[in-house]
T-cell receptor, first 112, second 109 residues
Framework: KAGVTQTPRYLIKTRGQQVTLSCSPI?????VSWYQQTPGQGLQFLFE???????NKGNFPGRFSGRQFSNSRSEMNVSTLELGDSALYLC???????????FGQGTRLTVV | SQQGEEDPQALSIQEGENATMNCSYK?????LQWYRQNSGRGLVHLIL?????REKHSGRLRVTLDTSKKSSSLLITASRAADTASYFC?????????FGAGTRLTVKP
């Protein structure tokens, strides 16, 4: 079974631009969560989607948004990029609620 | 915000020794999950312990959970150089998972 796939792996963007990251969950998994990892703040929860509905949300500004498609694939969008948005963005998928969450390799975003 | 804290922040041991890491969490949870991360790559799932369980084993891993103290520990027995990584715990409440700051484990050959 294929694992969680995140694309692209690396991305360089300029301040003020927007970016879209993609996550394909493990086949059959209905929940997708997104996290931001930085050296200063550690792993921060962004949001979680289950069956195309956002069920949980962390404390991030509205510039961070996401969506989930009917095939459970998810995208995360960050608008008006700031230097502080440079981070490793991780996606995790799980079969249902309160089950094991498996992570992808992440997308390394650098904002210059 | 992060869920809690791992203790210690860094741990250095010799190959063959045991490594114990602790984590605390702040809110109620349905389960707690431990992960390993190598050099800024993705997180590898190690073990899940449910809130009604007190101890769980998987190979060289032993996890305990004390919900009254909101704390958990991860024991790695007979450590190997390949165990060198950062270890994180995450408290899970209906798929809202909050991570601690992690413990950086170095196992010297």
């Amino acid at each position: 079974k294929a694992g969680v796939t995140q694309t692209p792996r690396y991305l360089i963007k300029t301040r003020g631009q927007q970016v879209t990251l993609s996550c394909s969950p493990i086949s059959g998994h209905r929940s997708v969560s997104w996290y931001q990892q930085t050296p200063g703040q550690g792993l921060q929860f962004l949001f979680e989607y289950f069956s195309e509905t956002q069920r949980n949300k962390g404390n991030f500004p509205g510039r961070f948004s996401g969506r989930q498609f009917s095939n459970s694939r998810s995208e995360m969008n960050v608008s008006t990029l700031e230097l502080g948005d440079s981070a490793l963005y991780l996606c995790a998928s799980s079969l249902g609620v309160n089950t094991e969450a498996f992570f992808g390799q992440g997308t390394r975003l650098t904002v210059v | 915000s992060q869920q809690g804290e791992e203790d210690p922040q860094a741990l250095s041991i010799q190959e063959g020794e045991n490594a114990t890491m602790n984590c605390s969490y702040k809110t109620s949870i349905n389960n707690l999950q431990w992960y390993r991360q190598n050099s800024g790559r993705g997180l590898v799932h190690l073990i899940l312990i449910r809130s009604n369980e007190r101890e769980k084993h998987s190979g060289r891993l032993r996890v305990t959970l004390d919900t009254s103290k909101k704390s958990s520990s991860l024991l790695i027995t007979a450590s190997r150089a390949a165990d060198t990584a950062s270890y994180f715990c995450a408290g899970n409440n209906n798929n809202d998972m909050r991570f601690g700051a992690g413990t950086r484990l170095t196992v010297k050959p």
